[in-house]
């Protein structure tokens, strides 16, 4: 037992760690909408449907700015890998 709960709070710090890193490479996107949209999706969780609501947007208009905020994301941070 002792092995497994070793195993499982490894398995979490590198959880939080990794987190950490994703949202300090979101803090660096520009566009604040976008940032919002990939925080309250990938951190938060949030039904994209609930986002719109949230911010006061379309369902169809949130997603197109889901996805130029995934591409800005990925040009950002994940040509260099």
Do not use: P
Not at 5 to 15: F, G, Q, R, T
């Amino acid at each position: 037992m002792v092995g497994i709960d070793e195993d499982i709070a490894d398995k979490v710090s590198e959880y939080i760690a990794l987190k950490r890193h994703i949202i300090s490479q979101m803090e660096q996107i520009s566009d604040n909408r976008y940032y919002n949209i990939l925080f309250k999706k990938y951190v938060q969780y949030k039904e994209l449907q609930e986002i719109a609501d949230e911010m006061g947007y379309e369902y169809k208009w949130l997603l197109h700015l889901h996805h130029d905020a995934l591409e800005e994301f990925q040009i950002t941070h994940l040509n260099g890998l």
